[in-house]
């Protein structure tokens, strides 16, 4: 692809997560209504408003760039060698239950490859941004992961949802508070990634992530200086994997207490 096509499809990204972000702000303020309910498994959320907004971003993708493929979280789709992975909103627990910490992620894959990645914070008008190679910003400033090389200074986040073996994240969260570290899971993956990529939070530990929540995440703390476990893993994209992000400092240590 032609760095003129990359830089329409940036574009893109970053005005799509922004008007996603905005329609799913409506939803969150009850300027539109919606009803919340489970998807099968415990603690797992969608809304009206999800759909909404992931309807948004299918029909918005069609009109632009209608030969690139999409994959996103609620209504599936299919991945191809231009391929979008869009999640309309990450941290849906905190959305239905009125806590300003969720987010739109949006990534453009190529051949594999995260080309390009957004991640956009309406509560806060926060969009957080990279591209591969051209580094990572934040509401268009530069974003740097943090320095922090002692676990007994750091403030990891730890996420844990129920397909988690349970036994093993209390584990390695009694490993890290042993350690020293401050451990925490604020239920967004894909802002916490955005997070650790802007240097506020020092890490972030998973044993597994879907493509819609990690992808644009990595991408920006790779980006941002740090390091992360190659993601997705063995079985592929659509299949997500384990996640380690962290300034460089703290890898290491935290990949050898994972275990990935």
């Known amino acids: 692809m032609s760095p003129a096509d990359l830089d329409a499809r940036a574009a893109f990204a970053a005005s799509l997560a922004r008007e996603a972000g905005a329609l799913a ?3 969150f303020h009850r300027e539109l209504a919606y009803t919340a309910e489970s998807k099968g498994e415990q603690q797992d959320w969608v809304s009206i408003a999800d759909r909404a907004v ?3 971003c299918r029909a918005r993708l069609a009109g632009t760039f209608p030969d690139d493929a999409m994959l996103g979280e609620e209504t599936g789709g299919a991945l191809a060698d231009n391929a979008w992975v869009i999640d309309p909103i990450d941290g849906t627990l905190n959305f239905v239950h009125g806590v300003r910490y969720w987010c739109v992620s949006i990534v453009f894959i190529e ?15 926060e969009l957080f941004f990279a591209t591969r190679g051209g580094g990572a910003t934040l509401n268009g400033r530069p974003m740097h992961v943090s320095s922090c090389a002692r676990l ?3 403030l990891v986040m730890l996420g844990y949802v129920q397909r988690h ?12 508070v042993t350690a020293g570290a401050e451990v925490k899971d604020h239920g967004a993956g894909a802002l916490m990634l955005a997070h650790v990529a802007a240097g506020r939070f020092d890490a972030y530990v998973e044993p597994h992530m879907h493509p819609w929540d990690a992808s644009a995440g990595v991408l920006m703390v790779d980006e941002a200086g740090g390091r992360t476990l190659p993601y997705p893993g063995a079985h592929g994209l659509r ?3 384990a996640v380690i ?3 460089p400092a703290l890898y290491e240590r935290l990949h050898a207490m994972a275990g990935w």
């Open 25 to 27: 702000l409506r939803y």
């Open 54 to 56: 992931e309807s948004h």
């Open 111 to 125: 051949r594999g490859v995260r080309q390009i990645g957004a991640v956009y914070d309406p509560p806060h008008d």
């Open 152 to 154: 007994d200074r750091a």
């Open 165 to 176: 073996d349970l036994e093993a994240h209390l584990r390695l969260r009694a490993a890290l």
């Open 239 to 241: 299949a997500g994997g």
């Open 245 to 247: 992000a962290s300034g």
